[in-house]
């Protein structure tokens, strides 16, 4: 198939699970088309399959807002009928679905064919789809959508009974390549990497995200605060975003920061989580919570909150620890008790990879897309 993936290139879980859509599909043998505003974080070679088109958004002073949305609209009709797509899949359904619909009718205009399939993430129903003054277009792009898919069963039943949507939604769950994520095998390797940021015997605890008040970074270092009063312990932050400059001031404030470190936004990922004891994931809201599964993967176990899609994730006792939003105090004590109990601790990391890799594996997940994706081609040429 020739498909045309549409995300926010910016760092985010959105974008990070449309780039390694592109990729794995790309390596099945389809051809990949990006079309954003600029090139995704994750792409950042051009694989056999794989092309980028950037949509160029016009800075003409009238434009107090530049229209990105159509100029959007109008690449995505180009760039479909020149190199012949078969369909579009957009990921966020704001505003990339409401361009797809443009670019379908479009191109039904020129008698061709562009169905678009619509993946939902998060905010573009949680929270930016119920804004009023973007609910009802984006209840109308989902409606229209050709194909709908959720990351998870919360999200699918969010925007089912919060936009009354009426039309079916799949839900094919977030993925990870367990090739790439995946436990450093070495372990003399894993120690001296584990050195840039903890003495041997110091376990290693790891925060990671776009750093958004939703993430509640502040409680994951008010976690690893206790957690320091127990055990020398240190703390790795990866990513960037509007409260880091917040979490720097906490972690100095507290007089931790020399056991903190923030290393900024980062590309290869999957090998600094793969030197992490526990992951914190102490967020507000989490559809899904990719990073939880890319720390699985890497044998990592979370300490998180009972949010949204978490727990179809995350086993809690299993895979995981769960607990209450902003309940800093139970994350703390449970961290403590696990670091101390390392067979308990030993045996959640080898259920967090085996669950990975038995429920969560790219090669796994993929297929379903591709399913989906012929299933929406079928529908098509029937109707
Ligand atoms: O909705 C967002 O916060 C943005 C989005 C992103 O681009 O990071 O995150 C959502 O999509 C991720 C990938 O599918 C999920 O892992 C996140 O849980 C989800 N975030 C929220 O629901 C808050």
Redesign the pocket.
């Known amino acids: 198939m020739r498909i045309g993936i549409t995300c926010?290139p910016t760092y985010?879980?959105?974008?990070?699970?449309a780039t390694e859509l592109g990729i794995e599909l790309a390596a099945l043998g389809h051809e990949i088309h990006f079309i954003s505003y600029s090139q995704p974080f994750r792409l950042t070679g051009r694989d056999n399959g794989i092309f980028y088109h950037e949509v160029p958004v016009s800075n003409y002073p009238l434009f107090e807002f530049p229209p990105y949305d159509l100029a959007l609209a109008s690449r995505m009709a180009e760039v479909a009928e020149y190199y012949a797509l078969d369909l579009l899949h957009v990921?966020?359904a704001i505003p990339h679905s409401v361009s797809a619909l443009l670019a379908r009718q479009m191109l039904a205009a020129r008698g061709r064919r562009l169905p678009f399939v619509t993946?939902l993430?998060?905010?573009?129903i949680?929270?930016v789809g119920l804004d009023r003054g973007y609910l009802p277009i984006t209840r109308y792009a989902i409606q229209e959508s050709d194909g709908v898919t959720s990351?998870s069963n919360y999200?699918r039943d969010q925007t089912i009974t919060r936009f009354d949507v009426t039309r079916p939604i799949e839900t094919i769950t977030?993925f990870v390549n367990c090739d790439v994520y995946a436990p450093i095998r070495d372990e003399a390797l894993r120690a001296e990497r584990r050195l840039h940021y903890a003495a041997l015997d110091e376990p290693l605890l790891m925060h990671l995200s776009?750093f958004?008040p939703?993430k509640r970074v502040t409680d994951a270092i008010k976690i690893f605060a206790q957690v320091t009063r127990e055990q020398p312990v240190q703390l790795v932050l990866i990513g960037d975003g509007p409260e880091r400059s917040v979490a720097e001031w906490l972690a100095h404030d507290l007089g931790i920061q020399n056991r903190v470190h923030f290393l900024g936004k980062q590309d290869r990922v999957h090998e600094l989580l793969a030197l992490a004891d526990l992951l914190l994931m102490p967020?507000?809201?989490?559809?899904?919570?990719?990073?939880a599964?890319e720390a699985m993967a890497c044998k990592v176990p979370s300490i998180a909150t009972r949010v949204?899609?978490?727990s179809e994730l995350v086993d809690d006792g299993e895979t995981g620890l769960l607990f209450p939003v902003g309940d800093v105090d139970a994350m703390a004590r449970a961290a403590v008790e696990l670091l101390r109990d390392r067979p308990r601790l030993n045996t959640m990391r080898e259920t967090a990879r085996r669950t990975a890799q038995k429920r969560f594996c790219s090669t796994l997940v993929v297929p379903h897309y591709v399913r989906f994706y012929e299933q929406i081609l079928r529908e098509g040429a029937t109707s």
């Open positions: 926010y985010g879980g959105s974008g990070v699970v990921h966020y993946t993430h998060g905010t573009d949680t929270l990351i999200l977030n776009n958004r939703v967020s507000e809201m989490e559809s899904f919570g990719l990073v599964l949204g899609g978490v």
